[in-house]
């Protein structure tokens, strides 16, 4: 799964954990986006989604999900926590053996 779910229950409030373990990327924030919709029905629902563990994060695709929810942030039942440094790329996921393999080929196209 994109992301992990975990639900504590504090009288009529049901606080929602969001765990982002790999990758934020168009598809999973959609999917997160929709799941979100769904559970906002309960008037004790709120969110916490959680960045910190993310290897890498699409800026647009964060953006479009709390751009659909801006409602649920302005009432404070939808909040980003750990969002990891902006600016990192999927580059960054490669590992430096395959950067080693790959040189002589990026070097010929140039």
Known sequence: MAYHVSVTTLGAEQRYRVVVPDELDGTTARHLADWIEAAREN???????????????????????????????AEHRLEVVGEPVTGATRMAMVPASALLVAEPLLTLCQ
């Open 43 to 73: 008037p004790g629902a709120r969110f916490e989604v959680d960045l910190s563990e993310a290897r890498w994060v699409n800026p647009r695709a964060l953006r479009q999900l709390v751009q659909r929810h801006s409602e649920l942030r």
